[in-house]
């Protein structure tokens, strides 16, 4: 067997774009590590949500502890940073974010988990971060990084496939409307700063087994994603679509899907 070590930049990230590789991994016998560099700090949560003192990235340290139960990561780590806020915004440049860190220096705290952990399989984000967040375009730079450090050879950038999210846009528009669920904007320019093109996607792992497991997931972190949410209010067969398959670029890779499972011959 094998270990999976998955980097992310806040709690809940894990829920959403991995959940299905982590628990099938898991259930397969491998060791699933899950390491997220900041506590979440600037997340929105509703007003009386927090307990009287509590503060928000306390409460988002507890939900991540219980998704990763959920989703069977038997060690979770964070590196400490500070969540840098969507881009543009001041926190990008507050002391200690995550975006303001120095790469190489975040690239040996994350190369020392995975020496530990003799990390077989190392999942980032794309160079975008997937949309274009600060903390997630971070992932990405100090993932590769540390993955060269430490010698992980097979490592895999989580991202989304643009074209599939149209067409699930497309067909799932009357049901999302009739449902009150408000999709996504992946139309225009601003639809282009969304997961990758199709054709420079290198896999497709289909976790339709593990989508109430990505629910629950989900729930555990409840500061962030509420019922209403669109994550969690879409129809069913909307969420199967939508969460049921996660996908992947990995250098070398390509061209086209060339594989479908990320621990595979481990």
């Not at 699933?32 to 600037?42: D, Q």
């Not at 219980?66 to 400490?80: K, P, Q, S, Y």
């Not at 274009?132 to 050879?153: F, L, M, S, Y």
């Not at 992946?186 to 497991?213: H, M």
Request: charged letters at 25%.
């Amino acid at each position: 067997m094998a270990t999976l070590v998955t980097f992310h930049a806040h709690p809940d990230d894990e829920s959403i774009g991995c959940g299905g590789i982590m628990r099938k991994a898991a259930d397969e016998g491998h060791r699933v590590v899950l390491v997220v560099a900041t506590r979440g700090e600037h997340g929105e949560v509703p007003d009386g949500f927090l307990d009287p003192g509590e503060e928000l990235w306390q409460r988002r340290v507890i939900e991540t502890r219980a998704c990763a139960d959920i989703l069977g990561a038997e060690r979770l780590e964070f590196l400490g940073y500070k969540d840098s806020g969507m881009m543009g915004e001041s926190t990008n440049d507050l002391p200690g974010s995550f975006w303001t860190a120095d790469v190489e220096e975040a690239a040996q705290k994350l190369a020392a988990i995975l020496q530990e952990e003799n990390a077989d399989v190392l999942t980032i984000y794309d160079d975008n971060g997937g949309y274009g967040h600060p903390d997630h375009i971070q992932v990405h730079r100090v993932g590769k990084r540390a993955a060269e450090i430490a010698g992980t050879g097979r490592v895999y950038q989580g991202t989304m496939n643009r074209d599939y999210m149209r067409r699930g846009m497309e067909a799932f528009a009357a049901q999302a409307k009739e449902a009150g669920v408000e999709l996504p904007d992946v139309e225009g320019a601003a639809g282009e700063t969304f997961g990758k093109p199709e054709a420079e996607l290198t896999g497709r792992v289909d976790v339709t087994a593990y989508t109430a497991v990505k629910r629950a997931a989900m729930r555990a972190h409840a500061s962030q994603i509420s019922e209403e949410s669109f994550f969690l209010a879409m129809p069913e067969e909307a969420f199967l679509y939508s969460f049921g398959v996660e996908w992947f670029i990995r250098e070398g890779q390509g061209p086209g899907i060339t594989e479908t499972d990320l621990m595979v011959g481990l």
